[in-house]
């Protein structure tokens, strides 16, 4: 068996050697098209394919040639993501940090930081690649192959065929199902460890595992593709996934996460943020979303879903089941942060992907006033009743320079992320839209004004993000309009009122808010060069 695997691991190498060499002169530049990463993200990529990073220095067409000989690549050029094998903590991309205390938690406080690096960072992807095991096992370089991590929460296959003619027949909507395939629905062509596959069906639920989907898998008798069997056959890399919610920020950014997150569970070829893929969402309604945009960053092709191959036998080639939304223990809806720790990398790298990709910069400052942004909420609840003087009021001070704005469907979201990008202090109510301090710079402050008795969900979020987190601290000086009752329970609910504060409250917390900002190192670093003046393209 060992040669064998060994024989496909050589069939792989050589078709990425291929890849590398075979290109014409004219398509010198676009055969680079392909890596599209923020230079920041450049050295880690090029350290895991020295190979490619080898001839981009070497070649006068490689746009990149020009960054690796930089003197900031240079002192970085040994950098890792941090899940790589051999990578120590001082080469990580971005170190998270435990400034609160470890005691009543963990028993040491090098205990607290490998926890929060093993929940909530890189090491989660590491751990994803070290549980991995295959399920379904090739004996031959074109068979079938699939392999998963713990629980079944990632897997990946080759060659793999999944039978949706029965879909032809449903009519109801087919969201959060467990029963969209049936037995041998879907299987491949390889030596199956069935004992294996079933002993990971522990989370069987539609969004923590891809076990309701993999618990019917089989060993097909012949390779499916070349025996005919297929209506469809995917040639491009496909990501199929299970999503949370599309109108909701907060919860479709973990559909998003964890997409990213897997990127790097898969990082085994050059090609692994490659954008020509396809992307099948397990369900049948068409994919629509104020988000939508945000699927640029992984796919330039469209977006299927299952009504896309109702009645079809299809093969993918080369497909990815991506971590889930809603994992126990999971990114980052069900994330447990230990206490006192913040700042992760994953969230600070998927941050700047996704700005890079969606083109969204930092623009010129005509001054060095603070910007604040102050998001107004257009719906029923959690509206703030006096928001006019609580703006009025920090907009008479001259060193803010402050906007109002509303994140609707008449605001582009690229447009809301440059809104957000281009913010030092953010202000909101509580609600899906401050799921936009993922893309704050690293030196603002998000000011929840009031978390309506949710005091968790945001300031956790900020604390993965890395960004400084602020809410009303004088519970006397907030005004609900009413008890607030759930619109389906009757019982009092904080989310469903309405809220006045006291101005001169907010005025100080503000201050507060603009006090961390300016004292950031970033921040003064960043006024103190021409970045502002020149347009910084990338937050290094």
């Not at 969201?175 to 030596?191: A, E, F, S």
């Amino acid at each position: 068996m060992k040669r064998v695997r060994g024989a496909v691991l050589a069939f792989s190498v050589t078709i990425v050697l291929l890849l590398l060499i075979h290109c014409t002169p004219q398509a010198a530049c676009d055969r680079y098209e392909y890596i599209n990463l923020p230079k920041a993200h450049l050295p880690m990529y090029f350290k895991r394919f020295p190979a490619l990073g080898k001839q981009c220095a070497e070649d006068e067409k490689c746009p990149y040639r020009s960054v690796i000989a930089s003197k900031s690549y240079q002192t970085r050029k040994d950098a890792c993501w941090g899940y790589e094998e051999g990578c120590t903590e001082s080469k990580r991309y971005v170190n998270h940090s435990c400034p609160g205390s470890h005691i009543g938690y963990v028993k040491s406080k090098q205990a607290q930081l490998d926890t929060f690096f093993s929940q909530a960072d890189f090491g989660f992807v590491r751990d994803q690649i070290r549980e991995t095991r295959i399920m379904c096992e090739p004996q031959f370089p074109h068979d079938s192959s699939l392999e998963c991590s713990k629980y079944l929460r990632f897997c990946r296959g080759r060659n793999l065929m999944i039978n949706f003619t029965d879909l032809a027949h449903r009519t109801e909507p087919l969201r959060y199902k467990m029963d969209v395939l049936g037995p041998g629905q879907i299987g491949g062509h390889c030596r199956l460890h069935g004992e294996r596959l079933r002993d990971e069906l522990q989370h069987i639920s539609p969004l923590q595992s891809w076990g309701p989907e993999l618990r019917f898998f089989q060993r097909l008798e012949c390779p499916p593709i070349e025996d005919g069997q297929c209506d469809v056959v995917i040639e491009k890399p496909a990501f199929i996934m299970k999503i949370d919610a599309t109108i909701n920020m907060y919860h479709h950014f973990c559909d998003f996460l964890n997409l990213y997150a897997s990127l790097h569970v898969n990082l085994s070829h050059p090609r692994s943020f490659d954008t020509d893929t396809h992307v099948l969402i397990w369900e049948s309604f068409t994919y629509l979303s104020p988000f939508a945009d945000t699927f640029r960053v992984f796919t330039k092709n469209p977006i299927a879903d299952l009504k896309t191959y109702a009645g079809k036998v299809v093969c993918f080639k080369n497909v990815v089941l991506p971590l889930l939304p809603r994992m126990i223990f999971g990114l980052y809806y069900n994330t447990p942060i230990i206490y006192g720790c913040e700042n992760s990398g994953l969230f600070h790298a998927f941050s700047e992907h996704v700005l890079h990709r969606l083109k969204v910069r930092m623009t010129t400052r005509p001054d060095d006033r603070l910007r604040i942004t102050f998001l107004s909420r257009q719906t029923r609840y959690r509206r703030v009743l006096n928001e006019d003087e609580l703006v009025r009021r920090i907009a008479s001070n001259p060193n803010y320079a402050v906007q109002r704005v509303s994140y609707g469907h008449e605001l582009s979201f690229v447009e809301q992320l440059r809104i957000t990008r281009n913010s030092d202090v953010f202000v909101g109510m509580h609600g899906a839209g401050l799921t936009h301090l993922l893309f704050l710079p690293k030196w603002a402050t998000l000011f929840e004004l009031y978390h309506c008795e949710d005091p968790n969900c945001y300031r956790d979020l900020a604390r993965l993000r890395g960004v400084n987190y602020l809410t009303w601290e004088r519970d006397h000086l907030v005004y609900p309009e009413g008890e607030g009752k759930h619109p389906e329970r009757d019982e009092r609910h904080a989310k469903f009122t309405n809220y006045a504060f006291d101005v001169d409250e907010f005025e100080r917390l503000v201050g507060k808010a603009a006090e961390y900002v300016r004292n950031h190192k970033e921040f003064q670093k960043y006024l103190n060069t021409n970045a502002n003046r020149l347009g910084k393209k990338d937050e290094l």
